[in-house]
């Protein structure tokens, strides 16, 4: 196919124009319609509860250096797999699983 | 409706006080685009309503080159308008309030195409042969064209209705999708190749 045909069928096509009339009537009354219903959905307090990850976060590592400050062993490797050989011993004393 | 009041105390009485219906809906036709704006924008839906029925010709004309059914047509058109009343704030009126709906027209069609690219590929001819392309009808030809488009990617599909369907200039065309002009004739060029070989393998067929 050359480039001329192409033209040709572009300029024949152009010859219909769509009709949107049917589409087009009464449309201003359904969009201030669904402009209205939007305004009166009210947006659940949660649904921005993502945005608060980076608060959250900050306030876990926070008290997490606050905890480990106040126990006063200045070692944080020791805290936390001394803790966890406790866990581990017992879960073998008790026969249950960690 | 206080807003749109408002501004029409800057405004001749155009119809005897008596016939207040007519009177309200010719002073409406009189305002402008931006007083309609400044309506809208102070909360009276009726202004926005006035907006849309001025401009909506345009933008059923544009979104009508991709949507397959009325119903489809109406979904693209209503989140057109509904973009343009969330983004009215930021209306400058650099341009006529028509090229800026017909810029975020173009973009919401650019959206739907990438959206529901592979739903259509399945359109069938209906029986239609394309054969040698001569003497075919205006109605055969778009339909034609409809079909082998809707295999061309969502750039090119949009590139190829604005520039030689709606016969926009290839400056219009980059203004309405914010492609660069050379961006536009790449894309045109391309999208004309790919075209030309849809029709060339389904002739062979």
Known sequence: ?????????????????????????????????????????????????????????????????WTF??????DLQSAITGDHDESTLAALFTGGTQ | MHALMDSFIELPTVSPPTNNGRAMSAAID????????QS?????????AELVRRHKRKVFGIAARFARNDHELDDICQEIFVKAYQKLK???????????????????????LRRTRHDRENISLDGIEIGTLDNVSARDAA???????????????????????????????????????????????????????????????
Request: hydrophobic share 45%; charged share 30%.
């Open chain 2, 90 to 112: 930021g209306f400058r009126g650099e341009s006529p309030f028509e090229h800026w709906v017909s810029r975020i027209a173009v973009h919401a069609c650019y959206d739907f």
């Open chain 2, 40 to 48: 809208t924008l102070a909360g009276d839906d009726e202004a926005f």
């Open chain 2, 143 to 205: 339909e034609i064209l409809q079909w082998a488009m809707v295999r061309l990617s969502a750039e090119e599909r949009l590139v190829i209705a604005l520039l030689e369907l709606e016969e926009k200039s290839v400056r219009e065309t980059a203004e309405l999708t914010g492609w660069s002009e050379s961006n536009v004739k790449v894309r045109a060029f391309r999208a004309r190749q790919a075209l030309k070989k849809i029709l060339e393998t389904s002739h062979e067929r």
């Open chain 1, 1 to 65: 196919m050359n480039d001329e045909k192409l033209d040709k069928l572009f300029a024949t096509a152009r010859g219909i124009k769509p009709d949107t009339e049917r589409a087009e009537y009464g449309f201003e009354t359904r969009l201030t319609a669904r402009l209205r219903a939007d305004r009166k959905q009210t947006v659940p307090w949660y649904a921005f509860a993502w945005k608060l990850i980076p608060a959250f976060t900050a306030v876990v590592v926070a008290l997490g250096v």
């Open chain 2, 30 to 37: 009189e305002l402008t685009d931006e007083h309609l704006i």
């Open chain 1, 69 to 74: 400050i106040e126990s006063g062993t200045g």
